[in-house]
């Protein structure tokens, strides 16, 4: 598996570019545009994972380019957030969005192979767990 993913520093030719890091071979891969973030899909590493600059899609694709597949369409003017991880076993991708209709950042779960997007917690559920604990520990002293 090559060891290196990078941006294109080409505008013309939008993708992303590998470096093998064993043999120094340099390959460019062409996307149809410029992704915010790329990641080798695991276990094998023979897919790519690609954030798309504007962070609404994410997109699979062969190392050569080929066999592309939109994973992730976000819709309602959500966004992803920082970079999503891919498990070790490559079947699921956890993501936080920023959703404005709900003024509020979640957390996802996608699965792959499935497309199925399953939210995971938010910062609302966040924020009533810690006040019921934190109620729960000036009644009782015990966090549980």
Known sequence: MP???AGSINVLLPGIVLLD????TVSH?????????????????ERILIVSTNDTTVTTMNLDGSGAATILQTEGGSRIIGRPSVAPNGTT???????PSEGRVVMHILDIESG???????????D???RRTC??????????
Do not use: F
């Open 3 to 5: 060891g290196c993913i």
């Open 116 to 126: 199925d997007d399953r939210r995971l917690a938010d910062d609302a559920a966040i």
């Open 93 to 99: 991708l956890a993501y936080a969005a920023w959703h």
């Open 128 to 130: 009533s767990a810690r």
């Open 21 to 24: 890091v064993e043999t120094g």
């Open 29 to 45: 891969v062409p996307t149809g545009r410029d992704p915010s973030y790329a990641t080798y899909l695991p276990p094998a590493g």
């Open 135 to 144: 109620a729960r520990l000036a009644r009782t002293g015990a966090m549980t």
